[in-house]
């Protein structure tokens, strides 16, 4: 779909809507824009937070920069402007990001200092995420891939489900796209989800990461080009223009582990966020987590003791349909919270929750603005 479409016009059609649907904003009261992106070249290059910003339309005096934390990016994007603004630096500020990985494919132009093998700091398959959860599999061996191809087969059903009820589509920008051999298009759904895949066809697949593998194209979120943007202000100044509150933000972590199996990175940094916030899973009503491999969302729910199929847990689907455009989901992650802070207004707190490259995990907790207590009760 966006095969010729610039990297920097996704992510400049998201600022563009944003500020379309907000005119109580002025333009000029943003005071930075925040984009992240994995690979910061070619149409990802140039300062991404401030080229786009520029392109956008918003006035020269809006700065703008631009962020990388692998896959968690936009979520870095988010958790440093809301940094910025409990500082006193900002009062509104654009956070997001963007990956064409179809003109940025993952390791485009690395150059990894040859120590991190040589030394064994790390071992090579550290740097290939699919098989970093491969290695998840071999180290939780509990972690079959029928579970993982059971959760991916629920995944695809739920975007099916959420897209049939029309959540998804209303936190969508259409972006004008153009093919030389199709001409001029309009994008207005995502392309990755396969409605109706079943278990059946799963387990047919082959595991290109490793012979008699269990990690497959089905239950690992695919090579994807997207793009995210949302807005972050100080309470005050949200009261002051009018703008709709859809979460608080309460805490955020960020851990590190091992590498090689960086898909657990999730566990530590949600109870570190936790601990922070002073709060338990238990406390946790929604959950968004990021799914790059089902095995990884499934190594977090065995140690949180939450079932596979609990309905707290992405209920609107996740990344293995709507696929994972790198350093943009983490916003997804959050549109997707604030839909289910909405719609279950007995859930006080949430978590969005990712794994992220060279072993690490980020995750944030937000409290439900429509939180009712008796609703809970
Ligand atoms: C897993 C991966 C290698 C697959 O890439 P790919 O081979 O180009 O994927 P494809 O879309 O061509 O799918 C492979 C096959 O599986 C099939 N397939 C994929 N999903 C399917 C589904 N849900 N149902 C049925 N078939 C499916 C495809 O039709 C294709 O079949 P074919 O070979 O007969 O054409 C790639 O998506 C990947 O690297 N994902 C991980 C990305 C990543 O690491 N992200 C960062 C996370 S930290």
Redesign the pocket.
Known sequence: MYAETRADDLVISCIRELMRRHPELPPERVDDVAIAATTQIGDQGLTIGRSAALLAGLPRSVPGFAIDR??AGAMTAVTTVASGIAFGAYDVAIAGGVEH?SHHP?GEGLDPNPRIVAEKLVDESAL???S??ENLHDRFPELTRERADAF??AS?DRVQRAYEAGVIQESLVPVATRSSELGWGLATADEPP?P???VD??A???T??RPHGR????N????NDGATACLVAAESVAEELGLPVAMRLVSYAFAGVEPEV??VGPIPATEKALDKADLSIDDIGAFEINE??AV?VLAFLDHFGIEASDPRVNPYGG???FG?P?ASSGVRLMIQLARSFRDHPEARYGLTTM???LGMGGSVVWENPHYLAEAAA
């Open positions: 692998m896959c990985m993952m290939v995420m699919g970093t959860a991916a087969a695809q396969r109706g895949t079943t066809v799963l047919g697949l082959r290109p990461f990690v497959t194209a089905g690992a979120a695919g090579l960086m898909g790059a491999f990884q990344a293995i349909a994972h790198l794994c992220i490259g």
